[in-house]
C-alpha cells in the first residue's frame, strides 16, 4: 500500500507532441482515482508513465515515498489490468496469476495460497486449469485482476478494463472492482473514458483534457460544482444543455437569465451577488436536463417556470427524455414517463435555477 | 417462391462446379507431385538388370529387392555423406534459430534506433542469389583455411537461412500484442525472461515454420558443397550421392533412387513431427479476439 504522487509530468513524443502537460496529482493510500476524459486526453499516458512503461519528459513521479522516474516497471511494486487482458496464452489461468510470484522466487506453498485466495476473491477457482482461450471475456478480465491482486503490490493501475465487456457484464464487473477494492484496499488509479463508471468507482474523480488536469475532486463535487465548461458537458448522461445568454437586470434588485429573445428565467436571489459582476455580459447558461422537470413545484425558491416547444420524445422507461430548441440551440430535459409532452406542442417545465451554472463565453470557466 | 427455388438452385449448380473443379484441379496436382516419388520408389526396388531389361512396364516391379538399400547402408562413403548432413543441418539449424530468434525479438520489440531499416535490410540480403555469391565466399572460406571442411558449411549456411528465418519471426512478434510483454515487465520479467517464458511458446508455430525452413536449406543445399567440398571424407549426401553413384554416363538407378529415398527420411519425418506442434491459434485468449 503506498501513495502516489504525480508532480510537474510531461510526456513530450518525438516530434514535439505533449501528450501530458505538466500535471500534479496526489493521491492517497488506500484511495481510488480515476482519471477520465475523451480520446487522447493523457489520461493512459499518465497510467503508462506511473507503470514505468513510458518515460517521463519531465516532473517527477512518486510512489511510496521513492521518486520512480528511473525505476523499471518490475521494481515498482505495482500491477496493472489492461483493457485486452495481456493473459500469456500458452499458460493455465494458474500459472497466469503465479507468473509474477515465480519470477519472484516465491515459496510453492505461498505462490499456492496466494493464488487460491484470490481465485477465492474472484470467483474463479473453478477455472484455474483453463487456458485463457476457454473463458469468456468476463472470466479473462477476472483472472487479470487476478493475476493482479497474488502479487499484493503497492498500487493497482487499471487501463479501461471494462472496455471491451458488453455493457451487463460490464456493470457487473464494476461493482465487482469495487467489492475487491473494498476488500484488498489496495491504492487504485483507474483509467477510464466513461464517466459513470468513474462516478461509480471513484473515491476522486480526476478529469483530463488535452493533457492538462481541467478538475480534481469526488464524483459529487464534479457533478454539483463543476469548474469548467468541459467537466460540466463530460459529467453527466444526457450532457449539460448549454445556452449562450446575457445575465440582466430584473427590477427590485434581482437578475436574470436572458437566452435569446425566447427565454428569460430569474436568477435565484441567494446567487444575484455571484453573478452580479457578470450583468449585461455574454455568458454561457448551463443547466442539467434532470433539472428541467415538469411543471410542480413553483413557488419554491428557484424553481422558475419554463414553456417550451416540443422537437422530439425519447421514452426510455424509467424517463422520457424531451429534445427542444431555444434560440437555436438543443435543450435537453429528463422528465417523468407519464409525460404527455408531444412534438410540435408546448410543455410546461419547471428549471430548478438553483443548480444553474453560468460559465464565461471565451475561457469555459464556471463563475 | 419460385424465384426463390431457381437462386438456390442456380447456387446448387455454382456449388457443384467449384467442387468439380476443385477436385479436377487436385488431381492434377496429386499426380505431377505423386508420381515422381511413385517412380523413385519402384525403381529403387528393382535390381539393375531389371531397370535396364527392354520388356514389361517401367511402373511395374517384378522381382522387388532391397539390395540397393542393403548397398547403401553398408556402404561406408554413404554413412559418412549421412552423417555429414545429419551433422551440418543439426547445427545450422540450431545456429540459425538461435540468431533468427534473438535478431528478430530485438527488431521487433526493443525499438532501438534504426531497428526499422535493419529488419528491412535483413531481409534485403536474402534477396541475393547464393550463385552470385558462392565465388566472393569462395575467397572467404579459402581464407580461413575451410576449403574442402564442414566447417565451412557450418559457417555458410547460417547466412542463407537466417535473414528469411529472422523475417519469419519478426512476423510472428510483432503479432504478439504488445500489451504481453508489458504485462510481463510489470509482473518482474527482464527482457530474456520475457523471450524465453512469453515469446518463443506464443510464437512456436513462427518458430517451426523457420526451422523447417533452415533444415530445408541445409538439407537440401547443393551448389556450396559442391564448389566447396571435393573429398569423401567431408561430403555431404546431395553431392555424395551423384558423385559416387553415376560413373561417367554409367547410372545406377536403383541405387540413385533407394539413396534419394533415404535421403528424404528425415525431412518427412521432421515435417510429420513438427506438423503436430504447428497448431495455428496459439494466441487465442491472450486478449480480446
Same mark, same amino acid.
Given at each position: 500500500m503506498a501513495e502516489v504522487s504525480v508532480r510537474k509530468v510531461v510526456k513530450e513524443y518525438d516530434g514535439g507532441v505533449q501528450a501530458v502537460k505538466g500535471i500534479d496529482l496526489e493521491i492517497a493510500d488506500?484511495?481510488?482515482? $480515476?482519471?477520465?476524459?475523451?480520446?487522447?486526453?493523457?489520461?493512459?499516458?499518465?497510467?503508462?508513465?506511473?507503470?514505468?512503461?513510458?518515460?517521463?519528459?519531465?516532473?517527477?513521479?512518486?510512489?511510496?515515498? %521513492? =521518486? =520512480?522516474? %528511473?525505476?523499471?516497471?518490475?521494481?515498482?511494486?505495482?500491477?496493472?489490468?489492461?483493457?485486452?487482458?495481456?493473459?500469456?496464452?500458452?499458460m493455465s489461468v494458474f500459472d497466469n496469476?503465479?507468473?509474477?510470484?515465480?519470477?519472484?522466487?516465491?515459496?510453492?506453498?505461498?505462490?499456492?495460497?496466494?493464488?487460491?485466495?484470490?481465485?477465492?476473491i474472484l470467483d474463479i477457482g473453478m477455472l484455474l486449469e483453463r487456458k485463457p482461450r476457454a473463458l469468456s471475456g468476463g472470466q479473462r478480465q477476472r483472472v487479470a485482476m487476478g493475476r493482479a491482486i497474488v502479487r499484493n503490490p503497492k498500487v493497482f493501475l487499471f487501463d479501461e478494463p471494462?472496455?471491451?465487456? %458488453?455493457?451487463?457484464?460490464?456493470?457487473?464487473?464494476?461493482?465487482?472492482?469495487?467489492? $475487491?477494492?473494498?476488500?484488498?484496499?489496495?491504492t487504485t488509479v483507474y483509467v477510464t473514458h466513461d464517466q459513470i463508471e468513474a462516478m461509480t468507482l471513484a473515491d476522486r474523480v480526476v478529469v483530463m483534457n488535452h493533457g492538462i488536469i481541467e478538475q480534481v475532486g469526488t464524483p459529487q463535487e464534479l457533478y454539483h460544482n463543476p469548474t469548467s465548461r468541459f467537466v460540466a458537458g463530460f459529467i453527466g448522461?444526457?450532457?449539460?444543455?448549454?445556452?449562450?445568454?446575457?445575465?440582466?437586470?430584473?427590477?427590485?434588485?434581482?437578475?436574470? =437569465?436572458?437566452?435569446?429573445?425566447?427565454?428569460?428565467?430569474?436568477?435565484?436571489?441567494?446567487?444575484t451577488a455571484r453573478y452580479a459582476p457578470f450583468k449585461n455580459k455574454e455568458m454561457v447558461f448551463g443547466i442539467r436536463p434532470e433539472h428541467l422537470v415538469e411543471r410542480r413545484e413553483v413557488g419554491k425558491a428557484g424553481f422558475e417556470p419554463v414553456e417550451l416547444l416540443v422537437d422530439v420524445v425519447e421514452p426510455m422507461g424509467m424517463e422520457t427524455m424531451v429534445h427542444f430548441f431555444v434560440d437555436g440551440a438543443p435543450v435537453c430535459a429528463r422528465i417523468d414517463p407519464a409525460t404527455h409532452a408531444a412534438p410540435e406542442e408546448m410543455l410546461a417545465l419547471t428549471a430548478d435555477m438553483n443548480q444553474m451554472h453560468i460559465m464565461e463565453k471565451d475561457s469555459g470557466k464556471v463563475v | 417462391?419460385?424465384?426463390?427455388?431457381?437462386?438456390?438452385?442456380?447456387?446448387?449448380?455454382?456449388?457443384? &462446379?467449384?467442387?468439380?473443379? +476443385?477436385?479436377?484441379?487436385?488431381?492434377?496436382?496429386?499426380?505431377?507431385?505423386?508420381?515422381?516419388?511413385?517412380?523413385?520408389?519402384?525403381?529403387? @526396388?528393382? +535390381?539393375?538388370?531389371?531397370?535396364?531389361?527392354?520388356?514389361?512396364?517401367? &511402373?511395374?516391379?517384378?522381382?522387388?529387392?532391397?539390395?540397393? !538399400? &542393403?548397398?547403401?547402408?553398408?556402404?561406408?562413403? !554413404?554413412?559418412?555423406?549421412?552423417?555429414?548432413s545429419v551433422m551440418i543441418t543439426a547445427v545450422t539449424v540450431v545456429v540459425s534459430m538461435v540468431i533468427s530468434v534473438l535478431a528478430a525479438f530485438s527488431l521487433s520489440r526493443m525499438g532501438? &534506433?534504426?531497428?526499422?531499416?535493419?529488419?528491412?535490410?535483413?531481409? @534485403?540480403?536474402?534477396?541475393?542469389p547464393p550463385s552470385l555469391l558462392f565465388i566472393p565466399l569462395f575467397q572467404i572460406v579459402g581464407s580461413l583455411g575451410l576449403i574442402n571442411?564442414?566447417?565451412?558449411?557450418? @559457417? @555458410?549456411?547460417?547466412? *542463407?537461412?537466417?535473414? !528469411?528465418?529472422?523475417?519469419?519471426?519478426?512476423?510472428?512478434?510483432?503479432?504478439?500484442?504488445?500489451?504481453?510483454?508489458?504485462?510481463? *515487465?510489470?509482473?518482474?520479467?527482464?527482457?530474456?525472461?520475457?523471450l524465453t517464458k512469453i515469446f518463443i511458446p506464443v510464437a512456436m508455430p513462427g518458430?517451426?515454420?523457420?526451422?523447417?525452413?533452415?533444415?530445408?536449406?541445409?538439407?537440401?543445399?547443393? *551448389?556450396?558443397?559442391?564448389?566447396?567440398?571435393y573429398t569423401s571424407n567431408q561430403m555431404v549426401l546431395t553431392v555424395g550421392i551423384i558423385s559416387d553413384l553415376i560413373r561417367g554416363d554409367v547410372f545406377q538407378w536403383g541405387k540413385i533412387m533407394a539413396a534419394c529415398l533415404l535421403a528424404s527420411l528425415p525431412p518427412i519425418v521432421i515435417y510429420a513431427f513438427l506438423m503436430d506442434y504447428y497448431v495455428a491459434g496459439l494466441t487465442a485468449g491472450a486478449t480480446k479476439g
Open positions: 488506500h484511495e481510488f482515482v $480515476v482519471l477520465v476524459g475523451p480520446s487522447g486526453c493523457g489520461k493512459s499516458t499518465t497510467l503508462r508513465m506511473i507503470a514505468g512503461l513510458e518515460e517521463i519528459t519531465g516532473g517527477e513521479i512518486w510512489i511510496g515515498g %521513492d =521518486v =520512480v522516474n %528511473d525505476v523499471p516497471p518490475r521494481d515498482r511494486d505495482i500491477a496493472m489490468v489492461f483493457q485486452n487482458y495481456a493473459l500469456y496464452p500458452h496469476m503465479a507468473f509474477g510470484l515465480k519470477l519472484r522466487k516465491f515459496p510453492k506453498d505461498e505462490i499456492k495460497r496466494r493464488v487460491d485466495e484470490a481465485a477465492r471494462l472496455s471491451n465487456l %458488453d455493457a451487463k457484464l460490464r456493470v457487473q464487473m464494476r461493482t465487482e472492482i469495487k467489492k $475487491v477494492h473494498q476488500t484488498v484496499k489496495t448522461s444526457p450532457a449539460m444543455n448549454f445556452l449562450p445568454c446575457r445575465i440582466e437586470e430584473a427590477g427590485g434588485g434581482g437578475l436574470l =437569465v436572458r437566452v435569446g429573445s425566447a427565454l428569460s428565467i430569474p436568477i435565484p436571489a441567494a446567487r | 417462391m419460385s424465384a426463390t427455388t431457381h437462386g438456390t438452385n442456380s447456387l446448387h449448380r455454382q456449388r457443384m &462446379w467449384a467442387l468439380w473443379g +476443385s477436385y479436377a484441379a487436385l488431381a492434377v496436382f496429386v499426380i505431377i507431385f505423386l508420381v515422381p516419388p511413385f517412380y523413385t520408389i519402384i525403381t529403387s @526396388l528393382k +535390381s539393375s538388370a531389371e531397370i535396364s531389361a527392354q520388356d514389361g512396364s517401367p &511402373w511395374m516391379v517384378k522381382h522387388p529387392s532391397l539390395e540397393n !538399400f &542393403w548397398y547403401l547402408i553398408t556402404y561406408s562413403n !554413404f554413412q559418412t555423406y549421412y552423417l555429414n532501438f &534506433w534504426g531497428s526499422g531499416v535493419l529488419s528491412t535490410g535483413v531481409f @534485403l540480403t536474402y534477396l541475393v571442411s564442414v566447417w565451412c558449411l557450418i @559457417l @555458410l549456411y547460417p547466412t *542463407l537461412a537466417v535473414p !528469411f528465418c529472422t523475417w519469419i519471426m519478426i512476423g510472428y512478434f510483432s503479432s504478439i500484442p504488445k500489451e504481453l510483454d508489458e504485462a510481463a *515487465l510489470i509482473d518482474g520479467a527482464n527482457y530474456l525472461q520475457i518458430i517451426i515454420a523457420a526451422t523447417i525452413f533452415a533444415f530445408t536449406v541445409a538439407w537440401g543445399a547443393f *551448389l556450396y558443397p559442391l564448389a566447396y567440398l
